[in-house]
């Protein structure tokens, strides 16, 4: 399995891009968001990635963080969706976007993307919002970056890439998970609430994160 490839780009096409890694050139699909963020032929890039084998076929797919990646696995798990879709709804929300949306049941958001119909969005929210939780208490991550060390000869192994830093609040939304799950509530209503007052407070701390997503969890009326 590729995980990573880390080297200098050669050139951008309408849907991937060919990063050479020291003589070899790999062709790596990747969304328009993607695609637009990573820098010109000649500078060095780098990307996670996801192998895609079939019968007749072996295509890489390119992301900046491994959320990003992890969502499109679980999107590529969903019926109806394949690679395609999947890029299209991740370049149309970015990673945190979609955390968001299926976290909160918005089907509209995901039909937004190109080539997604109204059953297919639904399909998506109801078989990954149990996911949700999972995914979102990984945090943003930080982007994959590639040294200068990717375009010449080394005179010592690279070293290990660090891991991927959470966001700020990435560990009190965890924790506020988990206290709402100790409570009795459900993984999806909990993902909902929890993300709908991050939402509001991007810097709220755990017990602030929990009294906002009760509220927003209590009998109305």
Not at 44 to 69: N, S
Not at 179 to 197: D, I, R
Request: some cysteine; glycine content about 10%.
């Amino acid at each position: 399995m590729i995980g990573r490839i880390a080297g200098r780009v050669e050139y951008k096409g309408e849907d991937h891009v060919l990063i050479d890694v020291r003589g070899v050139g790999y062709v790596i699909y990747c969304s328009d968001r993607v695609l637009a963020s990573l820098p010109r032929p000649g500078e060095a890039a780098a990307l996670y990635t996801d192998l895609l084998v079939r019968e007749d076929l072996l295509q890489l797919f390119g992301f900046p963080t491994l959320v990003e990646k992890e969502w499109h696995r679980l999107l590529m798990s969903v019926q109806g969706i394949g690679a395609k879709a999947s890029l299209a709804i991740l370049g149309a929300l970015g990673p945190d976007g979609v955390s968001r949306a299926i976290a909160l049941g918005d089907i509209n958001a995901i039909k937004a993307a190109k080539g997604i119909g109204p059953k297919t969005a639904q399909r998506v929210v109801i078989e990954l919002k149990d996911k949700a939780p999972m995914v979102m208490a990984m945090g943003a991550g930080t982007a994959t970056a590639a040294g200068d060390d990717v375009l010449e000869e080394p005179v010592a192994p690279a070293p290990r890439p660090a891991a991927p830093a959470a966001p700020t609040n990435a560990s009190a939304q965890s924790e506020a998970l988990s206290a709402l799950g100790n409570l009795g509530y459900g993984p999806s209503e909990a993902a909902s609430a929890v993300a709908e007052a991050a939402g509001e407070a991007p810097e709220a701390e755990t017990s602030a994160l929990i009294r906002a997503a009760l509220k927003l969890l209590a009998p109305k009326g």
